[in-house]
C-alpha cells in the first residue's frame, strides 16, 4: 500500500507571508518521507465540515505549481476538482501545464462537485447534479481528446453543456513518467462511488478510483470490477484509492490504530490511501507517519480480487 498526503488545511495559524515558506517545509517532508502522491483540496473556501469556512485556503493548481517546485518525485492532484469550477478546455490546460513544468507528475482529479458555499458567496455558476455528471462525461473526453497526438484530436468536441471546435494543446502533456513508464496522458482520478452514474464513468475514464471508506468498499469495488469487465476493460488496470485521515496521536500513541484501519483497507482492496494528516502545520505528526506507518503500510497487499 502507497499513502498520499491531502492538503486541505494551508497553514491555519500561520500569517500570511510565512504560508509558503511552511508549506514547502511540509511538502519536502513528506517527499522525503515516502509519501507517494500530494494532493490539494479543490474548494475556494474551506469545507464547513472541516472547519469555518474563513479559514486559510489557496487555489488548487497555484498551490499545486508551487508544490511542484518544491519536490522533485511526488505525483500531484487535486482532490477533486469539481467540473463547475472552470471549463473543461482551460483544465486540460492546467494540468498539461503542471505536467510538463513537474517533469511528468501531474494527474487529473476530477467529479461531479460540492460546495463549501463558496460557489453561492461568490456567484459562481452551479447546475444541478444532473447536470453537473454530464458535465463531467464531456469534460473527461475533452481532455482526452487534448492530450491525443501530439497537439491534440483533430476533430471538435461538440457536447451538450461544452463545446471545444479545436482540442489543440501544445506542448503536450509528457508521455513518460519519472519511473520512465510510458503513459498516454495524465492519469485520470475519479472521486465518488455513487453506482448510477460515477462508477459507470470511472470504469470508462479512470486511471484511479477514489472511493469511500466503509463496510460496502469490497462491494462498490466488485461492481466496478463487474462494470470494468462489461466494457471490455481490465479492472486491473484501475487504482483503488480511498479518502482518509491520519491521525497518529501525541507522541505517536495512535500509530497502531491507523495500522489497523490501513491494513482493513488493503484487505478490502485498496493499495493507495490519500489522507489528510491532523496538525500537519508543526510537521510533528507528518514525521511519525514517515517514519513509523509509511514503511510498515508498504507492506500491506490488497487481498481482494481484482476481478
Known amino acids: 500500500m502507497e499513502l498520499g498526503l491531502h492538503l486541505t488545511n494551508f497553514a491555519l495559524d500561520t500569517p500570511s507571508e510565512r504560508i509558503g515558506s511552511r508549506l514547502a517545509e511540509v511538502v519536502r517532508t513528506a517527499e522525503d518521507g515516502g509519501f507517494s502522491v500530494i494532493a490539494v483540496g479543490d474548494h475556494l473556501w474551506q469545507s464547513p465540515w472541516l472547519g469555518r469556512v474563513e479559514q486559510n485556503v489557496l487555489e488548487a493548481y497555484?498551490?499545486?505549481?508551487?508544490?511542484?517546485?518544491?519536490?522533485?518525485?511526488?505525483?500531484?492532484?487535486?482532490?477533486?476538482?469539481?467540473?463547475?469550477?472552470?471549463?473543461?478546455?482551460?483544465?486540460g490546460k492546467l494540468v498539461t501545464t503542471l505536467d510538463v513544468l513537474s517533469g511528468g507528475r501531474a494527474w487529473l482529479g476530477i467529479g461531479a462537485g460540492t460546495s463549501t458555499g463558496d460557489v453561492e458567496g461568490y456567484g459562481l455558476p452551479f447546475p444541478p447534479l444532473r447536470d453537473r455528471y454530464e458535465m463531467l462525461d464531456e469534460a473527461l473526453r475533452i481532455c482526452l481528446a487534448m492530450w491525443t497526438d501530439a497537439r491534440g484530436a483533430s476533430e471538435p468536441v461538440l457536447g451538450k453543456h461544452f463545446r471545444v471546435e479545436?482540442?489543440?494543446?501544445?506542448?503536450?502533456?509528457?508521455?513518460?513518467?519519472?519511473?520512465?513508464?510510458?503513459?498516454?496522458?495524465?492519469?485520470?482520478?475519479?472521486?465518488?462511488?455513487?453506482?448510477?452514474?460515477?462508477?459507470?464513468?470511472?470504469?470508462?475514464y479512470a486511471d484511479v478510483a477514489s472511493l469511500r471508506p466503509g463496510p460496502d468498499l469490497p462491494a462498490k469495488i466488485a461492481l466496478l470490477d463487474r462494470m470494468c469487465v462489461e466494457i471490455g476493460r481490465d479492472p486491473r488496470e484501475i487504482r483503488k484509492?480511498?479518502?482518509?485521515?491520519?491521525?497518529?496521536?501525541?507522541?505517536?500513541?495512535?500509530?497502531?490504530?491507523?495500522?489497523?484501519?490501513?491494513?482493513?483497507?488493503?484487505?478490502?482492496?485498496?493499495?493507495?490511501?490519500?489522507?489528510?494528516?491532523?496538525?500537519?502545520?508543526?510537521?510533528?505528526?507528518?514525521?511519525?507517519?514517515?517514519?513509523?506507518?509509511?514503511?510498515?503500510?508498504?507492506?500491506?497487499?490488497?487481498?481482494?480480487?481484482?476481478?
Open 166 to 204: 479545436r482540442p489543440l494543446n501544445a506542448p503536450q502533456a509528457v508521455r513518460n513518467s519519472p519511473q520512465g513508464a510510458y503513459r498516454p496522458h495524465p492519469p485520470i482520478l475519479i472521486g465518488g462511488d455513487g453506482e448510477r452514474r460515477t462508477l459507470p464513468l470511472v470504469a470508462r
Open 241 to 307: 484509492s480511498c479518502a482518509f485521515a491520519f491521525d497518529p496521536g501525541p507522541g505517536g500513541g495512535g500509530v497502531g490504530q491507523v495500522l489497523g484501519q490501513l491494513k482493513w483497507l488493503a484487505d478490502m482492496g485498496i493499495d493507495l490511501v490519500i489522507g489528510r494528516v491532523t496538525g500537519v502545520d508543526d510537521l510533528t505528526a507528518l514525521e511519525v507517519l514517515c517514519r513509523e506507518v509509511i514503511p510498515a503500510a508498504a507492506e500491506f497487499g490488497a487481498t481482494a480480487s481484482p476481478a
Open 62 to 91: 497555484s498551490t499545486l505549481s508551487f508544490i511542484a517546485a518544491h519536490t522533485s518525485r511526488v505525483q500531484l492532484t487535486a482532490l477533486v476538482s469539481g467540473v463547475h469550477y472552470r471549463h473543461p478546455a482551460m483544465l
